[in-house]
């Protein structure tokens, strides 16, 4: 059976996934906390393959995504939406499109029933509304990343916040605090503020049906809940999921699209090792 | 009781016979656009045809003299902003693939294509039977019309009007758009109307919108009394409604700018100040003259922000974008085709960057003012392409306290009340700072 | 005495200058302004007024108190005595605090362990503070938050290491903690802890203490008329002061730095949070003007986002950034994204120094456009606002305006980041002396 | 296919010192190669023209050496340059200001400003205050195609160039000058078209980059000598080794008047997308067939802008062809799919791009756009939209 890897190299943390035969044998994560990502991946890779009991020649593809084009031992290189998109619909089938909110980025791309990427939209160049800002509100908050998402659920009357610098945010929520407005309605005001800038990279790519969160703030439930606000306010027909395995979604996405093009060069009989 | 026997003594008074005199005018201005909307909503049953056109360089008599209808895109879109609905239009044409980056008139305008093409006053506009492209001095007109020809697959009639990048209009530029008008755009036009081409009557039109631009003239130029009696910016927008759209070369138009002129002379003569929503300007505290269109989302709040203050706008460009009168252009019944061409080339968007600073500088001096402002706008390119390059030159002219705000013409996304109103606060303690200096 | 006072709330700290009547300037004080604004505003005015009190004991103990050579030791160990009773009371507060945060249910399985790793963690922050507040040796900052903050984190660290709980539970109680201690004001009068600060200076230098204890009695309860008071800053809108009694940064700014140096005509501030180009005339009267803010690129955060970064402190970055070799350009403006280029550029082997100083530079050239929208620079040029504090920061702006600009005076007054408090309590006492010329 | 290998080839022999001059050229902000040329002969004059399109023909005949402006890339740190425009205006006229005002643009003896768009229009008026007693003239190109019309007002324009930088250089401009100056040109258009052709027939022998600086060195160098070095470039890399990657094929729209940076094509390239047409440098190709050798050469130059031009966002599309244009070009290319990608802030180009996109659509024709500025300097966000592109057609087509 076709043994394959997917290695998503992202700003935050390092995600491997072994497929085996189109099922997922192992997942493994490991945050960067500012080491340096060439060993973080090399640690992790073995891990994983440790915990699969698996050895590195045995596999007939590993595919990289996110910034691991730069890993010298790859088979192959895919880029983020493309595995995204294939990992959503891996996790659950019925998805057509996927949110993957990352550290720095948010993309959101639109696919078909094979996983082909129809239309995508990414954020540029200013960090206000992504996961890094978000972990930076938290903090100041004294809020664990992972309590977020159960506090924002409880707000009742969330704050108004636009447009908020993820730098100076601190100001600005510690200015909410001193103005007695509780952490909750907080939280919920920042996860509405990042859904409308969400909401406008899914309303340029005209999704609906099932939307699939991926990366790291897809279990965020709060975050979830002001996406699937903002949407059907916006009068976009879209059913807002997010799934455990919502962070894996790159690297599934990966390793899929590696055992396809091990099966596609296979059957033309070309050769491939590793890439160099 | 006729105003002019009242004995001006109270505050109260004053205030009272100002809001007399204002009705007058004010209320004929509405009637006039309004009576121009519903003219359009009917355009279609009365079996007018309808040509769109821009603002700028718009050829009202010509269009008129074969009986059709103008519609201005851009009018649209400003009273749409200032009715709050441009936000969603501007939403909608981003959705379909228009630029954040771009003008917020042109996605008002698809975006309220989209939303069923239903006017500012909430009657349904006449699509056209052509587009009339008289101005080209903005590229993004070119754009604007490229995209409505595909929407309504009509025909579109090119002016190309040259701009004037050596500081004038010179016979070849004249030659060149005279020639277009006879061999393109009246031609063309014959054959929408079904209708000749009539010099006697656009001569008599022409005459007509002479008369109404001197009394404009003198209207806008009542400023330079002390205190000025009218608010040639925010109240100016409202004076220029009826002559850059559809009425110049009317009777209408000849007549409101005469009602307008009388009303604003006995203004003058009592001394009293300008008309503000909330009442007559009681104390002028500060002259301006500004620079660049008004925001119109939130026009209300904006000009409060200047009033409030005791701020009074005695010159501005806009009151300049469908026409420069105030250097003595007149339409000119002698000469009607070389008159229209020049309009065309003469609009204020089509003046060299030099010529425009001696116009401001000029304004300047001449309405004595304490300052200028410059309102930059984020969607005009034509107007704010070079305005710090403005700034710094008038500064360096005049002497006089120079302020620079942005905001946009109807995307709400960028009038930031905040931000506006510290650099209005501190504009205006900053030319108090230099008079207390002198 | 008659007195006037400027405040300026700006959007990291608040400044707040006192002026005698003949507009010399007798007392500043500062704060962070990251809490409550009005808390923020009348603890400025409190430190600058004590600052004033302490300036007027010093002259008391001079021409009174007869100490002789210990006079000298006498004041610095009252002062660290003083500033040490303060920051005690705070952490006395953020204690009681944290205490109570134990209380509530989300400590319910680990209360004791919390209860005694926080007992621990106090019990060492106070022994830092003592050798911290030694006369003579100087804090990493001014304000109770940095200091006590990093000593928790310290303490935190071993505590956890050493199988406590764990590191971000006991970080979590101090960040939730923090934020009402700083809205809360010291409850005690001066004059309580002058006392008390007093009884920490060694017996050797106290002299005659009873003659020294009335004196600190009388010089702390001397009367000052506050004649008026201006507000200026970020935050100004905010401040509870008539109309009349705020001013436009921009015109405060302007007017501080003419006062500062009258010879100059161009102003550069960078604050936290706001940067700000003026032009002024020969009177400080501001002709033109630029700012940005609402994005930390081009602002003091932006560098205080890197040292957080790096780990460091924000004093350190500058002279790292001294040590550089190379020139390096930063492509990201964000703030966020050049912390993430930073990371790379080091993965691929750039040196620390060099990328910082490449990040300095990054920030001064975002503020010559704002300088350039301004006008440009006009000799003199004054460097105001808590970057100038930054050698690298200072050497950047050297080098940029003059391969642009030609050779220039470049001004940085050690008061540098009272400039604006200082020209809003100058236009207090224009104000005063207008009215009094009316009438 | 292979899979995808970077291409780490060392520079042939005979093509690397090509580049090398090529790269000098283009990182030649100072004009140090104009003022070489003009200390020949003291007599020389040089005239600077912007963007989009400008007869260079017509300054050649004058007997002055056309430079192109285009801005000054990611290579000018923006210092007075910014004053100049607000944060909403495009990035290339504060560039070719801080140019301006730096002295750089010093050994240029006079400017044309043709009319591209609001932004460059107003610069001519800016030029005016900044460069007092310097040639400055604003070239309006006709929106009317009718020969009789815009063709008469374009020649009058033309002719006013060439009398006002006729009167720096004293030199008339006769008929005769003006046509042998065409066939200049035509001989420089023969030579593009061939290196255009090659590339596209054969994406690998020619980088997106290198296409790139070589058509860049000809808005510095004299046309003859740069016929003669794009003749020299197509040689050397005939003869070279270079071999195919398992990259799509892409054309490229609406990068026609501010330049994209040299880093942020190489980046299209290692994200797996031959760029295989692009409209880069505009003007250098506007006019992409000869203009008439014989006749009347004033009506010659005109005729072939009036009829004889690709479609570009600042020309008025008369005929509504753009968008069949664009999807004719995709067929004869046989690319896989269309990056459109414009300048923030370039109301011409943004504001074509929905027609663009629309006929894209109507022929199920695969596009990707984003923006970009000269000075970008991060390519993370556009390595991930090509990326995925070419990983999309490489995966469903038929790689
Ligand atoms: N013709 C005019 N001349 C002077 N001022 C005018 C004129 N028309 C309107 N205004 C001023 O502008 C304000 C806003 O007018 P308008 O937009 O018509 O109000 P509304 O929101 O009630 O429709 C009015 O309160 C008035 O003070
Ligand atoms: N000792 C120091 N060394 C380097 N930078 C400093 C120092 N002190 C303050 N700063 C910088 O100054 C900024 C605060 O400046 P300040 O002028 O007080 O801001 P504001 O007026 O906006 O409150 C901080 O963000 C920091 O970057
Ligand atoms: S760019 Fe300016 S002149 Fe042109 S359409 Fe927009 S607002 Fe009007
Ligand atoms: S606003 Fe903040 S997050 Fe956005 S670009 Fe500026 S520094 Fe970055
Ligand atoms: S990039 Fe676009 S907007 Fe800017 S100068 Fe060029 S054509 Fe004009």
């Known amino acids: 059976m076709t043994r394959t890897a997917g290695i998503d190299v992202g700003t935050g943390a390092i995600k491997v996934a072994l497929m085996e035969g189109g099922r997922l044998a192992q997942s493994y994560l490991e945050r960067l906390r500012r080491r340096d990502v060439h060993e973080v991946v090399e640690e992790s890779f073995d891990a994983a393959l440790r915990q699969a009991g698996w050895r590195r020649d045995e596999l007939d593809y590993i595919a990289t995504t996110g910034e691991g084009d730069q890993i010298p031992w790859r088979t192959g290189h895919f880029y983020g939406m493309t595995t995204h998109a294939r990992g959503a619909l891996f996790i659950d089938p019925s998805a057509r499109g996927a949110v993957d909110i990352g550290a720095l980025h948010t993309r959101a791309m639109r696919f078909d029933e094979n996983g082909r990427v129809l239309q995508y939209q990414m954020t540029s160049q200013c960090a206000s509304g992504s996961g890094q800002f978000l972990e930076n509100i938290a903090r100041y908050l004294g809020v664990s990343i992972e309590e977020i998402g159960s506090l924002s659920m409880q707000a009742a009357e969330p704050e108004k916040c636009s447009s908020i610098c993820a730098v100076l945010a601190e100001t600005d929520v510690i200015n909410m605090v001193s103005r007695g407005i509780s952490t909750p309605n907080i939280l919920r005001g920042i996860h509405n503020s990042m859904a409308v800038r969400v909401a406008g990279l899914l309303r340029a790519i005209k999704t609906s049906g099932v939307l699939l969160l991926t990366g790291g703030l897809a279990r965020d439930l709060g975050l979830a809940a002001a996406i699937a606000e903002k949407l059907k306010d916006g009068g976009v027909q879209v059913e807002v999921r997010q799934h455990e395995l919502s962070v894996f979604a790159g690297a599934i996405g990966a390793a899929l699209w590696g055992g396809f093009r091990h099966q596609k060069l296979a059957s033309r009989g070309v050769e491939h090792g590793s890439a160099s | 009781m006729s105003t002019t026997f009242v004995n001006l003594s109270s505050a109260e008074e004053r205030r009272a016979a100002a809001n007399a005199i204002k009705d007058q005018s004010q209320e004929r201005q509405k ?77 008002a305008d698809i975006g309220m294509l989209r939303s069923g093409n239903v006017g500012p006053t909430g009657e349904p506009l006449p699509k056209p039977d052509a587009l009339l492209l008289s101005y080209t001095g903005c590229f993004t007109f070119l754009k604007w019309f490229e995209l409505l020809r595909a929407e309504y697959d009509c025909p579109v009639i090119m002016l190309h009007t040259p701009y004037q990048g050596s500081g004038q209009i010179t016979p070849a530029m004249r030659e060149y758009v005279v020639k277009q008008l006879r061999e393109v755009v009246i031609p063309k036009l014959e054959e929408i109307s079904g209708k000749r081409y009539d010099e006697e009557k656009l001569k008599a039109a022409l005459a007509r919108s002479a008369r109404a631009e001197e009394d404009l003239v003198g209207v806008l130029e009542s400023a330079k009394c002390k205190p000025s009696p009218i608010d ?20 209408e138009a000849v007549d409101y700018y005469q009602l307008l002129r009388r009303e604003v002379e006995e203004r003058a003569a009592k001394k009293l100040g300008p008309v503000t929503p909330e009442g007559a300007l009681e104390h002028e505290r500060y002259r301006l003259v500004v620079e660049g269109p008004p925001n119109w989302t939130s026009f209300r709040e904006f000009w409060k922000m200047f009033y409030g203050e005791g701020a009074v706008v005695v010159a501005s460009s806009y009151t300049k974008v469908g026409g420069l009168y105030d250097r003595g252009f007149r339409h000119d019944a002698s000469r009607p085709l070389e008159s229209l061409a020049d309009y065309c080339m003469g609009c204020y968007t089509n003046l060299s960057l030099p010529d425009r600073i001696d116009l401001l500088a000029r304004y300047i001096e001449d309405y004595e003012a304490d300052g200028f402002l410059i309102n930059s706008v984020k969607s005009c390119n034509s107007f704010s392409s070079g305005q710090l390059l403005i700034l710094r030159e008038l500064e360096r002219r005049t002497g006089r306290a120079g302020g620079f705000i942005e905001s946009d013409l109807v995307d709400p996304r960028y009038f930031s009340a905040a931000n506006i109103k510290n650099r209005l606060e501190s504009y205006f303690q900053m030319i108090e700072a230099k008079r207390q200096r002198v | 005495m008659e007195c006037l006072i400027g405040i300026d709330l700006g959007s990291t700290t608040t400044k707040a200058v006192v002026l005698d009547g003949e507009g010399r300037l007798v007392g500043r004080g500062i704060t962070n302004s990251r809490s409550n604004y009005d808390v923020a505003a009348k603890v400025a005015k409190s430190e600058a007024l004590i600052n004033v009190r302490f300036e007027m004991l010093k002259r008391a103990l001079r021409e009174e108190a007869r100490l002789g050579e210990t006079l000298a030791s006498f004041e610095a160990s009252l002062l660290a005595g003083y500033r040490l009773e303060c920051f005690l009371g705070s952490l006395r507060r953020l204690e009681a605090h944290c205490r109570r945060d134990l209380e509530n249910a989300r400590f319910e399985d680990d209360r004791p362990a919390m209860q005694e790793a926080l007992q621990r963690i106090f019990a060492g922050v106070e022994a830092s503070a003592r050798r911290v507040f030694e006369p003579g040796s100087v804090a990493r900052s001014d304000f109770f938050r940095d200091l006590a903050g990093s000593s928790y984190v310290e303490l935190a660290a071993q505590v956890a290491r050493a199988g406590g709980p764990s590191f971000d539970r006991l970080v979590g109680v101090y960040d939730r903690n923090i934020i009402p201690v700083e809205n809360e004001t010291e409850t005690r009068s001066f004059e309580e802890l002058l006392l008390e600060a007093f009884a920490h200076v060694p017996a050797p230098l106290r002299g005659d203490e009873r003659a020294i204890e009335r004196l600190l009695r009388e010089v702390s309860t001397r009367n000052f008329e506050v004649v008026r008071t201006v507000g200026t800053g970020y935050g100004r809108v905010r401040l509870p002061f008539p109309k009349d009694c705020i001013r436009s940064e921009i015109l405060c700014h302007g007017l501080g730095a003419h006062l500062m140096f009258p010879a100059t005509r161009t102003v550069l501030d960078i604050g936290g949070q706001d940067t700000k180009a003026i032009q002024i005339d020969d009177q400080g009267v501001v002709t033109s003007f630029q700012m940005n803010d609402r994005c930390a690129a081009g602002c003091g955060r932006y560098l205080g986002y890197i040292a957080d970064e790096m780990n460091i402190g924000l004093h350190e970055l500058g002279p790292m950034a001294m040590q550089a070799r190379r020139r390096v350009k930063i492509n990201s403006t964000c703030t966020v994204f050049a912390g993430a280029e930073f990371r790379d550029r080091l993965a691929a082997g750039q040196s620390r120094e060099d990328i910082v100083a490449g990040l300095h530079r990054a920030i001064i050239l975002r503020a010559m456009s704002l300088l350039a929208r301004s006008g440009g620079i006009a000799n003199e040029f004054t460097f105001t606002g808590g970057v100038a504090k930054n050698p690298a920061a200072v050497r950047a702006l050297r080098e940029v305006a003059e391969e642009n600009y030609g050779k220039l005076t470049l001004n940085i007054a050690p008061d540098s980041i009272y400039t604006g408090a200082i020209g809003a309590a100058t236009f207090a006492l224009r104000d005063v002396l207008a009215a009094a010329r009316q009438s | 296919m292979s899979i995808v290998v970077e291409q780490k080839e060392a520079l042939d022999a005979r093509i690397a010192p090509l580049l090398a001059r090529a790269q000098a050229l283009y990182e030649d902000l100072d004009l140090r190669a104009v003022q070489a040329w003009k200390s020949e002969d003291p007599s020389r004059r040089a005239i600077g023209f912007l963007p989009v399109y ?26 007075r340059g910014d004053s100049y425009f607000q944060s909403y205006i495009c990035h290339l006229p504060r560039s070719v200001v801080e140019l301006a005002v730096s002295g750089r643009l010093a050994p240029l003896d006079g400017f044309l400003f043709p009319s591209t768009c609001d932004v460059i229009r107003n610069l001519s008026g800016m030029f005016q205050i900044l460069l007092p007693g310097k040639f400055v003239h604003y070239l309006d190109l006709p929106q009317n195609f009718d020969r009789r ?79 003669r070095f794009v003749r020299d470039y197509l040689a050397a890399v005939r003869a070279s080794a270079r071999h195919p990657l398992d990259n799509i094929r892409v054309l490229v729209r609406g990068a026609f008047c501010e330049q994209p940076p040299v880093a942020l094509l190489r980046t299209l390239e290692r994200a797996g997308c031959y760029v295989v047409d692009d409209d880069f440098l505009q003007g250098a190709h506007l006019i992409p067939n000869d203009v008439r050798e014989d006749g009347d050469p004033w009506e010659a130059l005109s005729d072939a802008f009036l009829h004889g031009t690709v479609p570009t966002a600042s020309i008025y599309d008369e005929k509504a062809e753009k968008g069949d244009a664009l999807v004719r070009r995709v067929r004869e290319q046989r690319v896989d799919g269309v990056i459109l990608m414009a300048p923030s802030f370039c109301d011409p180009a943004l504001l074509d791009q929905p027609m663009l996109q629309a006929a894209l659509e109507k022929a199920k024709i695969p596009f990707t756009s984003f923006k970009y500025a000269e000075d970008t300097g991060q390519f993370q966000v556009i390595r991930e939209q090509a990326g995925t592109f070419a990983d999309a057609i490489k995966l469903w087509g038929s790689a």
């Open chain 2, 31 to 107: 009637e006039l656009i309004a009576g121009y909307f519903s003219s359009l909503a009917q355009a279609k049953a009365n079996g007018k045809k309808v040509i769109y056109t821009f603002v700028p360089g718009n050829l009202t008599e010509l269009i008129a003299n074969f009986d059709l209808l103008p519609v201005l895109p851009e009018i649209n879109a400003l009273q749409n902003g200032m009715r709050g609905r441009t936000g969603d239009f501007i939403h909608l044409a981003e959705k379909g693939g228009h630029s954040e980056d771009v003008c917020t008139y042109v996605k």
């Open chain 4, 54 to 79: 400008a007869p260079r023909e017509v300054v050649h005949a004058a007997g002055a050496l056309p430079v192109g402006i285009v801005g000054g890339g990611d290579q000018v740190e923006i210092v």
């Open chain 4, 149 to 227: 019309l815009g063709g008469e007002f374009y020649q009058h324009e033309m002719r006013t160039v060439a009398r006002e930088v006729g009167k720096l250089t004293g030199i008339e401009v006769s008929d005769e000058r003006l046509r042998a100056s065409i066939v200049a040109w035509n001989a420089n258009r023969a030579a593009l078209r061939e290196l255009r052709a090659l590339r596209s027939e054969r994406p690998w022998l020619v980088p997106t980059a290198e296409h790139y600086l070589v058509l860049r060195a000809g808005y510095l160098l004299p046309v003859e000598e740069h016929t």
């Open chain 2, 232 to 251: 040639a910016y925010f109240g100016g927008v409202y004076y220029i409604g009826p002559i850059f759209t559809a009425f110049r070369g009317t009777q």
